[in-house]
């Protein structure tokens, strides 16, 4: 990756984190299904990313989001455990021949079906863990897994309308 890639990828993260901050931290469908919107800034990192740098990158995000929203390591600990989860599903779903390296896992690089069959897993680990935390001790397993479920199903239809709007269109001929 080079360091116009790099920066590239910052800033996309930074400004994942600050919409996440300052316009999502609130919106919550019946209360039960909630944005995570700056998972996506993990989930576009190139495949060819070690697995390292995403979880560290993962942490300082979760990190982040953890201060403005005063969840005391809940983001950080689910962040971190999908950066963890995305290296071993990548290789769960690889093809046959492999992946080319430069290849980045969007919806325009790798298409619908992938894309969602991809992120709607992790997106789902990352709620699972999240909700977990969230609900130690007060909630039975049915409200996590009905947060978890609903909230995972809201972010990735949020992330692939992000894409949608803001990514740029692979050119096909």
Known sequence: MNIRNLISY?????????????????????GVAFAFVYLLGILSLPISTRPVPVILIAFVLGFVIDLFYETIGMHTAAATFMAFA??????AISPTGGYVETE???????GFGWF???SLPLIFAYSLVFFTADQWGTG?????LNKSLFSSLFT???VILVQLLFFKRRRRI
Request: hydrophobic fraction near 65%.
């Open 104 to 110: 980045e896992p969007t919806l325009s690089e790798m």
């Open 156 to 158: 990735c239809l949020l």
């Open 140 to 144: 039975g397993l049915w409200v996590i």
């Open 116 to 118: 969602l069959s991809y």
């Open 10 to 30: 910052l800033l996309l993260i930074i400004f994942l984190g600050l919409v996440q901050i300052f316009f999502l931290k609130n919106l919550a469908l019946f």
């Open 86 to 91: 995305r290296s071993l599903w990548l290789r």
